[in-house]
């Protein structure tokens, strides 16, 4: 269970302020219909976390235990820094798939804009740390849904109101905080 709070604290406040919260807020205000938009980032990130949650395990097995605490300590403050950074997304991105649907063009774009994502860093290097992998991409995905679903259902008026730089500022330290727990462990 501590696996599957870990993550979702750790995605849903690093989410906060990312580009594809941001993404969420477009998609919102060009669609508006906030339904096929959820759906869409639930199975974008399902299937995003799945194979980065994957690629941790992976890595996981190929290091002996004390090069992987260090990797995954250093990839923490490295997130923890990238975390501090405000994130800017193309306008370009909410028209993927525009064509196909909103729950497609939500699902194209969402999956796309994810790639290479400093919560899909984390999501690897969380699966690379904790067991089961299950918990980590079900927490990674609960922590995506916390941060973007709120956005799609208030739009503007919410993502307004929200302090982004503290924000910011708090995931970062969440992750500093894990990569010193990691190596203190």
């Not at 995605?11 to 959820?38: F, H, M, N």
Request: glycine content about 8%.
């Amino acid at each position: 269970m501590q696996t599957l709070l870990i993550s979702t604290a750790a995605v849903a406040i690093a989410e906060i302020g990312d580009k594809t919260q941001l993404l969420s807020l477009i998609l919102a205000a060009k669609y508006r219909r906030p339904w096929p938009i959820c759906l869409g980032i639930f199975a974008a990130t399902i299937v995003n976390h799945a194979l980065a949650g994957s690629v941790g395990m992976v890595v996981a097995q190929w290091l002996s235990p004390q090069t992987l605490k260090w990797i995954v300590a250093a990839s923490f403050f490295l997130v923890a820094a990238w975390t501090l950074i405000p994130d800017k997304v193309d306008d370009g991105d909410a028209t993927r798939g525009a064509g196909h649907g909103v729950f497609v063009a939500t699902l194209i774009a969402f999956f796309l804009a994810e790639m290479g994502d400093k919560t899909q860093i984390a999501t690897v290097v969380l699966a690379a740390q904790y067991q089961p992998l299950w918990q980590v991409v079900a927490g990674s995905t609960l922590g995506m849904l916390l941060a973007n679903v709120p956005v799609v259902w208030l739009g503007a008026r919410f993502a307004s109101r929200l302090p982004l730089k503290a924000a910011r500022i708090g995931a970062a330290l969440l992750f500093a905080a894990l990569g010193i727990w990691i190596l203190l462990r």
